[in-house]
């Protein structure tokens, strides 16, 4: 009998060697959006064979086993000037990233980058949303918009961004990839029915956009209705908007109904408790609130506007944007329906099944290699 010998295995790739920008994780931005996108993606792609990740980052900044540290200081954490510092300092940092793919996770891309160059879209909101506090914010995307044409790719967080990239900085469709987000294991059914008074929730950090004040009139028609739900919000309120935000609750219908918490560290437990999830964001790049508390059992009502739709799929009651009366009608019926709000519960878990941090680690690895061959 002849043995023939086995056909060798077909040769490995090499990993994508990748610096990943996680400034963002240090400060208060860690618990941003951004921060969360940067957080669990880091914390994936650590797993993974087929790419090493090297990150910028802080001293103070947590960072998965598996990603090592290229050490960056800064002496600003907050705000404009501090964004001013790290573009200035990162300059100089992307002069070395020899042989690697430079990820750019936040919102200001680089001005030079001597690499193969990823760069994530998360929203044009300053653009496209008329709220003065944005006024210095939009000055900056007017300004460094263009630059994400020279990303060898642009990620997309939702088919909604990539169509606003493509819209206002004149992107490349070719040159432009819609990975999604995941979602967090902690944010699970608590299997009981929520225990104490009843409320409906409104989860996000305070902005014009966010809608709150659509919120505070939602739930005072539900006490017109006779329900006795409170609203809980729970989200930081910056000191510079604490004013405004005060203002807007003091105008609301029912002012004594409304619960402020701001910061949450555990924002399952807020979820798990709510009957019902109001989504009265009026624009969103994704819209990590919707899905969080779909994958923990609880039904969800939306304004149809920007990425909602597209997240939430069928899994939620999308009314017209803007229509308080819709969105409260829609509330009530969730709250007097137990039949139909177990249905939007079981569909909510369904949809959010299908957002995980694995898959988008997968997609972006594979976006990675791909940049760094092509390059």
């Known amino acids: 009998m002849i043995r023939r010998p086995m056909p060798a295995p077909p040769p490995q790739a090499p990993a994508a060697e990748v610096l990943f920008d996680a400034n963002q994780l240090s400060g208060q931005l860690g618990w941003s959006g951004i921060g969360t996108y940067e957080r669990h993606l880091l914390g994936a792609l650590a797993g993974r064979q087929d790419v090493r990740v090297t990150a910028l980052a802080r001293d103070d900044a947590e960072l998965p086993l598996g990603i090592a540290r290229r050490r960056i200081t800064r002496f600003l954490t907050e705000g404009r000037v501090a964004s001013c510092e790290h573009e200035t300092r990162r300059a100089f940092e992307l002069l070395r990233p020899a042989g690697m793919v430079f990820h750019n996770p936040s919102i200001h891309p680089p001005l030079v980058v001597r690499a193969p160059w990823v760069q994530t879209l998360h929203d044009v909101i300053p653009l496209v949303y008329d709220d003065p506090s944005l006024a210095v914010l939009r000055q900056r995307f007017r300004r460094f918009g263009p630059r994400y044409r020279r990303a060898d790719m642009v990620i997309a967080v939702s088919r909604h961004a990539a169509g606003e990239g493509e819209r206002w900085f004149g992107l490349d469709p070719a040159r432009v990839e819609v990975v999604y987000h995941g979602i967090g294991p902690e944010f699970t059914p608590s299997g009981e029915p929520p225990a104490g008074p009843p409320y409906v929730s409104v989860v996000g950090e305070y902005a014009r956009r966010k ?163 092509r390059c």
């Not at 939602?218 to 989200?235: D, I, K, S, T």
């Not at 000191?239 to 405004?244: A, D, F, H, T, V």
């Not at 408790?273 to 939306?302: D, I, K, N, Q």
């Not at 569909?347 to 694995?358: I, K, T, V």
């Open 211 to 373: 809608g709150f004040d659509k919120a505070f009139e939602v739930v005072a028609a539900m006490a017109e209705a006779g329900l006795p739900h409170r609203l809980v919000l729970a989200g930081r309120i910056q000191s510079w908007l604490q004013g405004e935000f005060d203002r807007t609750l003091r105008a609301a219908p029912r002012p004594d109904l409304v619960e402020v918490r701001g910061f949450v560290p555990d924002l399952a437990e807020v979820y798990r408790g709510a009957e019902v999830h109001l989504m009265t964001s009026r624009y969103e790049g994704f819209g990590f609130p919707a899905l969080e508390a779909m994958a923990c059992g609880v039904p969800v009502v939306a304004f149809a506007n920007s990425s909602v739709p597209e997240v939430v799929g069928d899994a939620a009651i999308v009314v017209p944007d803007g229509d308080v009366q819709a969105m409260a009608a829609a509330a009530i019926r969730l709250v007097k329906e137990p039949a139909l709000r177990a249905e939007y519960s079981h569909a909510g878990l369904e949809r959010a099944r299908q957002f995980s941090w694995e898959a988008s680690a997968a997609a972006h690895a594979e976006i990675y290699r791909r940049v760094a061959e």
